[in-house]
């Protein structure tokens, strides 16, 4: 599985290098600090929900066990739709 954490780090740390260095013959290098910061803080949100996603990864896991041990429901019943079993009130109003 990919671990974003480390690649936002890792682009992060490419980004604030290549902002920081000296050799700037292209207008491109002068982006290197923001999207360094972008990705920084990519990397920092990723931080941040990192213990609510494996809580609710648990939680899921817990719920999908308890649903194979519960007993297994009945369907219910199928219910006839006729026209002769409404109820005789409406029937009664529908008459001429």
Do not use: H
Not at 34 to 39: D, E
Not at 71 to 82: C, D, E, L, Q
């Amino acid at each position: 599985m990919l671990n974003w954490k480390r690649v936002f780090l890792g682009l992060s740390l490419l980004e604030f290098a290549i902002g920081f260095s000296n050799a700037r013959p292209n207008v491109f290098f002068y982006l290197g600090l923001p999207q360094g910061a972008i990705f920084f803080i990519l990397y920092l949100i990723c931080r941040l929900f990192e213990k609510e996603l494996a809580f609710d990864d648990e939680q899921n896991r817990a719920m999908e066990l308890a649903r194979q041990a519960a007993p297994p429901t009945p369907p219910p019943a199928s219910i006839s739709r006729s026209k002769d079993k409404t109820n005789p009130s409406f029937n009664a109003a529908r008459s001429p």
